[in-house]
Nanobody, 125 residues
Framework: QVQLVESGGGSVQVGGSLRLSCTIS????????MGWFRQAPGNEREGVAA??????TTFYSDSVKGRFTISLTKNTVYLQMSSLKPEDTAMYYC????????????????????WGQGTQVTVSS
């Protein structure tokens, strides 16, 4: 069974940085895309960043573009977060998918079939 294990969450002040990591327990594991999603209390889960594992194409939500960077090495996907804002506070989830993912749906949670347990990120002013 494939497990995704996130780490790197925590509390940080506005303007600070954090790096999240997500390791896949099985390697090699053929995922078409991997991504980071977040969910704040009362909100739906939203896509933050994704990367096509084969060609490395990246996708970002407008709210994090220019501040967050997703990267991938072997069986670990990273999310470097900079210039953090209070609205970035949420539970962050790593996900992978063996399903086909079109560019238009790369940040859609519905397209991902493997999920981690989440790591909390809290940004305070």
């Amino acid at each position: 069974q494939v497990q995704l294990v996130e780490s790197g969450g925590g509390s940080v002040q506005v303007g600070g940085s954090l790096r999240l990591s997500c390791t896949i327990s099985r390697y090699p594991f053929t995922a078409n895309s991997m991504g980071w999603f977040r969910q704040a209390p009362g909100n739906e889960r939203e896509g933050v960043a994704a990367i096509y594992t084969g060609v490395g194409t990246t996708f970002y939500s407008d709210s994090v573009k220019g501040r967050f960077t997703i990267s991938l090495t072997k069986n670990t996907v990273y999310l470097q977060m900079s210039s953090l804002k209070p609205e970035d506070t949420a539970m962050y989830y790593c996900a992978a998918t063996t399903l086909a993912v079109a560019r238009a749906t790369a940040l859609s949670p519905q397209r991902y079939n493997y999920w981690g347990q989440g790591t909390q990120v809290t940004v305070s002013s």
